[in-house]
């Protein structure tokens, strides 16, 4: 039985401290937080202990789950890898790029397992495309949010946007060339709304834009390749698939013949909408942390591919704050 205790029982903890309870071959020893009644409603509502010192909770767990405010990452995760735990910690990795540096080098010195949160890496409209050629020539992705409070302690580029820089990461496997980028600061110190364009050595270009002050939500990709265009709705749970056929059909599928204006040259293009599979995301990522202890794997998201996405989210920054000075 792994023993597992959480840090912060805020909005997203509260999830987690649920979710943890369902998972089979863990054990919640107890949770830490330091807002005494807000810490007594949810000891009273899952019947789970509630320790007065962090140092106890990390001494009597296995492994540590970090939902704090992105502000106490570091110092979480450095009293649980010193103690040789295995942590998860939610994204961003950490509050600046040198302390996520310097996690990465304590979780490889300490040889435990370290996952970063970046959930939608669960989403099944994304797990959809397991298995599935992805070549992306050009990604263009929209994650609009409508305002609140809550994660503004950081600007919409490590909030939001941060999502979609690591599954453009993860897609492309290429390395950054350049960055362009634009934001503003509408309600919060920081940018709400920003827009940036991501060149890869590998030719790939991705169109990125993120909001928290939208009049609605939205949480689409469009990835286009030589042979496909593939849209996937993180948000309503959805992926489609436009690709080139050889011909009526293909795979099984049924194909539209394309007016080329030659009959020589005779095209075809298929439709999927492949099948969602039925999968709670952040339970999913929660058991996969779970069996990278167990069986001794890397988790599927390593904290260097969380300081990756920060770095590039650190570089969108950079130029938004060369423009504002400037």
């Given at each position: 039985?792994?023993k597992?205790?959480?840090?912060?029982?805020?909005?997203?903890?509260k999830i987690?401290?649920?979710?943890?309870?369902?998972?089979e071959?863990?054990?919640?020893?107890?949770?830490?937080?330091?807002d005494?009644?807000k810490?007594?409603?949810?000891?009273?509502?899952?019947?789970?202990?509630?320790?007065?010192?962090i140092?106890?909770?990390?001494?009597?767990?296995?492994?540590?789950d970090?939902?704090?405010?992105?502000?106490?990452h570091?110092?979480?995760a450095?009293?649980?890898?010193?103690?040789?735990?295995?942590i998860f910690?939610?994204?961003p990795?950490?509050?600046?790029?040198?302390?996520?540096?310097?996690?990465v080098?304590?979780?490889?010195?300490?040889?435990?397992?370290?996952?970063?949160g970046?959930?939608?890496?669960?989403?099944?409209?994304?797990?959809a495309?397991?298995?599935r050629?992805?070549n992306p020539?050009?990604?263009?992705?929209?994650?609009?949010?409508?305002f609140?409070?809550?994660?503004?302690?950081?600007a919409v580029?490590?909030?939001?946007?941060?999502?979609?820089i690591?599954?453009?990461?993860?897609?492309?496997?290429?390395?950054?060339r350049k960055?362009?980028a634009?934001?503003?600061?509408?309600?919060?110190?920081?940018p709400?709304?920003?827009n940036?364009?991501?060149e890869?050595?590998?030719?790939?270009?991705a169109?990125?834009?993120?909001?928290r002050?939208?009049?609605?939500?939205?949480?689409?990709?469009?990835?286009?390749q030589?042979d496909a265009y593939?849209?996937v709705?993180?948000l309503?749970?959805?992926?489609?698939?436009?690709?080139?056929?050889?011909?009526?059909?293909?795979?099984?599928?049924?194909?539209?013949?394309?007016?080329?204006?030659?009959?020589?040259?005779?095209?075809?293009?298929?439709?999927?909408?492949?099948?969602?599979?039925?999968?709670?995301?952040?339970?999913?990522?929660?058991?996969?942390?779970?069996?990278a202890?167990?069986?001794d794997?890397?988790?599927?998201?390593?904290v260097s591919?969380?300081?990756?996405?920060?770095?590039?989210?650190?570089?969108?920054l950079?130029?938004i704050?060369?423009?504002?000075?400037?």
């Amino acid at each position: 039985m792994l023993k597992v205790g959480l840090l912060g029982v805020g909005h997203l903890g509260k999830i987690h401290l649920k979710l943890l309870q369902e998972i089979e071959g863990v054990e919640v020893v107890g949770f830490y937080d330091p807002d005494d009644e807000k810490a007594a409603k949810i000891a009273d509502q899952f019947n789970v202990w509630r320790y007065a010192e962090i140092d106890k909770l990390i001494d009597d767990s296995d492994a540590v789950d970090i939902v704090t405010p992105t502000l106490s990452h570091f110092e979480c995760a450095e009293l649980a890898i010193k103690k040789s735990k295995h942590i998860f910690i939610e994204k961003p990795l950490s509050n600046t790029l040198e302390e996520a540096r310097r996690l990465v080098d304590l979780v490889h010195e300490a040889g435990i397992k370290a996952q970063v949160g970046h959930v939608e890496r669960f989403n099944p409209a994304f797990l959809a495309l397991k298995g599935r050629k992805v070549n992306p020539m050009f990604i263009e992705t929209h994650r609009l949010a409508q305002f609140n409070p809550r994660g503004t302690d950081v600007a919409v580029i490590l909030d939001l946007m941060i999502h979609d820089i690591d599954i453009i990461l993860k897609l492309t496997g290429a390395n950054v060339r350049k960055i362009s980028a634009s934001g503003v600061p509408i309600i919060s110190r920081s940018p709400d709304i920003a827009n940036a364009r991501i060149e890869f050595d590998n030719g790939c270009v991705a169109n990125v834009t993120a909001s928290r002050i939208s009049l609605k939500n939205m949480r689409k990709m469009r990835i286009f390749q030589p042979d496909a265009y593939i849209s996937v709705d993180f948000l309503d749970k959805k992926t489609d698939i436009v690709r080139l056929a050889s011909g009526p059909e293909e795979n099984g599928l049924p194909s539209v013949e394309i007016e080329t204006g030659d009959p020589d040259n005779k095209k075809y293009i298929s439709f999927e909408s492949p099948e969602i599979p039925t999968v709670n995301a952040i339970k999913m990522e929660l058991e996969e942390f779970r069996d990278a202890i167990k069986n001794d794997t890397e988790p599927p998201v390593t904290v260097s591919d969380g300081y990756r996405a920060m770095e590039v989210a650190y570089m969108v920054l950079e130029k938004i704050q060369r423009i504002a000075v400037e």
